[in-house]
């Protein structure tokens, strides 16, 4: 039997509203996505939260899954973890993979032995891995987390990290030593927003996770606000240096992880915000899962709100 163009113009139609479950990882607890596209799949490097944690983060290693479709994911295991560094004890949080001259760049943050925090650096050939240790030591040892490397059209590289304050350094062509001191970010409710809970130490609402990016000539900031019920905010600015102007909400915050994390690509011309929450059952803030919501941009180039999947 043949089907009648009304109906199949409304399957077509169906298959235009079909997208990929949220969460995105469903066999484990995965956060802080950070996807990179490469040879026409989009990777995303996640961190892990393991079952075994109770009242803080355990975390021992990093994931990597990849999609060509935005629907079907391939899981690539653990091409990364604590272990991988010897000066390293514990926390493996928010890391994100550049690409280089054919080489792939994983920034982590972890604890160092003795306690404090500093930044490392692992290395791979290939996008799956397998990584080393580039360094043996730290590249920022200032116990600080969540760093993001974002790379300009001129070439020259940039680290972004902090939390509370927010830093940025450039990177040397080599990608593993830094070129200059660090600059501290002006952090005001001007650049970042006024916090939700008022703080006269800290008035603006930049918390961590920043994801800086570039689109027609103007640099975005996405940025995890308001500790610790966290939604997701942003700046831009003329240069990846700034000054930042602060923009608005991009995605409230959830009812079941008190922390957001954002990462952002535009793949086969959309455009994917990733984030992750407490969705998948039993999930938490220690449990969470990353999930992805495709938007578009105000023709102004600002930013819709977004409405994060919650089940
Ligand atoms: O995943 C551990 C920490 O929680 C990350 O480093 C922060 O961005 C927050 O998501």
């Known amino acids: 039997a043949s089907m009648s163009w009304g109906a199949a113009a409304a399957l077509i139609g169906l298959l235009h509203v079909v997208h990929a479950d949220n969460p995105i990882v469903q066999t484990r607890y995965t956060a802080d996505p950070a996807p990179i596209v490469h040879n026409g799949r989009v990777y995303v490097f996640t961190s892990h939260d393991e079952e075994t944690a109770r009242d803080f983060f355990d975390m021992r290693d990093w994931r990597l899954y990849s999609t060509d479709d935005m629907m079907n994911w391939l899981d690539h295991g653990s091409p990364l973890g604590l272990d991988a560094f010897d000066w390293v004890q514990s926390d493996a949080w928010a890391g994100q993979v550049v690409e280089r001259d054919g080489q792939f760049f994983w920034y982590v943050p972890m604890s160092q ?48 990290w902090g ?18 001191d660090p600059v501290e ?27 800086v990016y570039k689109r027609d000539e103007l ?19 003329p240069t990846p240096r700034g000054p930042w102007t602060y923009r608005g909400v991009v995605m409230p915050p959830q009812s079941r992880a008190f922390t957001n994390h954002p990462g952002y690509v535009e793949f086969q011309g ?38 994060m999947t919650e089940d």
């Open 113 to 160: 032995i003795g306690g404090e925090r500093g930044i490392g650096v692992a290395v791979a050939e290939n996008i799956t891995g397998p990584y080393r240790d580039a360094i043996g030591e730290p590249l920022v040892a200032n116990n600080e987390i969540d760093p993001h490397t974002f790379i300009d059209d001129d070439g020259q590289a940039y680290i972004y």
């Open 163 to 180: 939390n509370p304050g927010l830093w940025y350094a450039e990177l040397n062509d080599d990608m593993i030593s830094l070129k200059n």
């Open 185 to 211: 970010v002006n952090l005001t409710t001007a650049t970042f927003g006024p916090r939700r809970d008022y703080d006269s130490d800290r008035p603006s609402s930049y918390e961590e996770g920043p994801w």
């Open 219 to 237: 640099y975005y900031i996405l940025y995890a606000a308001n500790c610790c019920d966290e939604d997701i905010r942003y700046s831009t600015a």
């Open 270 to 307: 959309n455009n994917y915000f990733f984030y992750h929450n407490g969705a998948l059952p039993r999930g938490g803030g220690y449990w969470r899962s990353v999930a992805v919501e495709q938007f578009m941009y105000n023709l102004d180039g600002t930013i819709p709100k977004l409405i």
